[in-house]
């Protein structure tokens, strides 16, 4: 995602905070295999895709209807548990801790190089034994789970958040069209 440098005149500030998000995913994708940049990448990520409602309360707070439509959103985002999930993962390490993980896991397959698993301590970590289902990988290298979620790898669970996080910018954009959406 190469800018001109005039990008951002064109897209509303809800969207141009997730295309940010888009690109520290990406980036996080791309240096998985470097823990420093991985979870560097992560935690921004956490920090600018949970910013995308509050850009949206500022630059839409005068607009008529937003704080009607907003009030039932935020409900349902605090009961959709990835979002809270994700809220509390930026809340911890904005206010409370770095991200960390374990030493690695390695897998081995036969006949494939082996794949080395990190578990990122979550909310509180977790004294529960791990079960994963790893879904057969074309790539070699590192893959991150949240020790308290890992039902998915961590890059899955950003793409799943990501989309949420879109889901209501597109459902703002989709009830009130407004000339200032370009």
């Known amino acids: 995602m190469k800018s001109d440098g005039l990008r951002h005149l064109h897209v509303t500030p809800p969207r141009d905070k997730l295309n940010e998000a888009r690109y520290f995913l990406n980036t996080m994708i791309e240096k998985a295999n470097d823990w420093d940049a991985f979870r560097f990448n992560l935690d921004s990520f956490l920090s600018v895709a949970r910013s995308?409602?509050?850009?949206?309360?500022?630059?839409?707070?005068h607009f008529d209807g937003f704080q009607e439509w907003l009030k039932p959103?935020?409900?349902?985002?605090?009961?959709?548990?990835?979002?809270?999930?994700?809220?509390?993962?930026?809340?911890?390490?904005?206010?409370?801790?770095?991200?960390t993980s374990s030493l690695p896991v390695t897998v081995r397959e036969e006949g494939k190089d082996p794949v080395s698993i990190y578990f990122i301590d979550g909310t509180g970590g977790t004294s529960q034994p791990l079960s994963l289902n790893l879904a057969p990988r074309e790539k070699t290298g590192s893959i991150y789970y949240f020790s308290d979620f890992p039902e998915k790898d961590v890059v899955s669970l950003c793409r799943d958040y990501l989309l949420e996080v879109e889901k209501v910018v597109e459902d703002w954009e989709s009830r009130f069209q407004r000339e200032d959406r370009i």
């Open 73 to 99: 959103k935020q409900v349902e985002m605090s009961r959709n548990p990835l979002m809270k999930y994700f809220t509390e993962q930026r809340n911890q390490t904005v206010k409370q801790r770095t991200i």
């Open 52 to 61: 995308v409602t509050w850009i949206m309360a500022k630059h839409y707070a």
